[in-house]
């Protein structure tokens, strides 16, 4: 049980540092918070002119989740999972934040990435296909997240299908206004300059 607590609470933590705020202020762009979205994720940074903070910050923000697998994974199976689920609901929901974080989408392939690589590919091809299928980015990463727990049951690998079921219905959950956007046709297509505060 105390191997448990410990990857979780390791995941948490390290899940929870808002690296596209840190970047951004240490580059003196100002407080993510206050700009576009206020969303912490790569996608806002964008929107600061700053490709090369948005490119760090998508990878920063996937390594952490792969950093807390493969680290726990030194103990156990069980212990991996749990850091994966604990970096994710960092990330999501942040102490440092006052609980307001990212949607996941860069953490959540991070996991896969570090649980089962070949899954990571399926989520990338998905999110392809559908982001070009769609021209919407969000289409993408949603149709993606519920190609990940399909290819982990294929597979076999039952235990972390149901981590990636639970974390698909949370990324789902934080996308909430863009499922809104899409339903309605006012989702921001790719490519294309959106509301600042979409």
């Given at each position: 049980?105390?191997?448990?607590?410990?990857?979780?609470?390791?995941?948490?933590?390290?899940?929870?540092?808002?690296?596209?705020?840190?970047?951004?202020?240490?580059?003196?762009?100002?407080?993510?918070?206050?700009?576009?979205?206020?969303?912490?994720?790569?996608?806002?940074?964008?929107?600061?002119?700053?490709?090369?903070?948005?490119?760090?910050?998508?990878?920063?923000?996937?390594?952490?989740?792969?950093?807390?697998?493969?680290?726990?994974?030194?103990?156990?199976?069980?212990?991996?999972?749990?850091?994966?689920?604990?970096?994710?609901?960092?990330?999501?929901?942040?102490?440092?934040?006052?609980?307001?974080?990212?949607?996941?989408?860069?953490?959540?392939?991070?996991?896969?990435?570090?649980?089962?690589?070949?899954?990571?590919?399926?989520?990338?091809?998905?999110?392809?296909?559908?982001?070009?299928?769609?021209?919407?980015?969000?289409?993408?990463?949603?149709?993606?997240?519920?190609?990940?727990?399909?290819?982990?049951?294929?597979?076999?690998?039952?235990?972390?299908?149901?981590?990636?079921?639970?974390?698909?219905?949370?990324l789902w959950f934080r996308h909430a206004d863009n499922?809104?956007?899409?339903?309605?046709?006012?989702?921001?297509?790719?490519?294309?300059?959106?509301?600042?505060?979409?």
């Amino acid at each position: 049980m105390e191997e448990k607590i410990i990857s979780f609470v390791f995941g948490y933590l390290l899940g929870s540092i808002p690296f596209g705020i840190l970047l951004t202020k240490l580059a003196g762009t100002g407080d993510l918070r206050t700009i576009g979205s206020g969303n912490i994720g790569a996608t806002n940074v964008l929107r600061t002119g700053r490709k090369d903070l948005a490119v760090a910050t998508l990878l920063l923000d996937a390594f952490k989740g792969t950093v807390a697998v493969l680290i726990a994974a030194q103990f156990s199976r069980e212990a991996a999972i749990l850091a994966g689920l604990g970096s994710f609901i960092g990330h999501l929901h942040p102490v440092w934040l006052k609980f307001k974080g990212g949607k996941g989408v860069a953490t959540f392939l991070g996991l896969v990435l570090a649980l089962h690589w070949p899954s990571a590919l399926v989520f990338i091809g998905a999110w392809l296909a559908a982001a070009y299928l769609t021209r919407y980015s969000s289409a993408g990463a949603l149709v993606a997240s519920l190609a990940v727990p399909v290819s982990l049951m294929f597979f076999g690998l039952q235990d972390e299908a149901e981590l990636f079921v639970a974390l698909a219905v949370l990324l789902w959950f934080r996308h909430a206004d863009n499922i809104r956007r899409l339903l309605n046709g006012t989702e921001g297509k790719i490519g294309q300059k959106s509301d600042p505060k979409a």
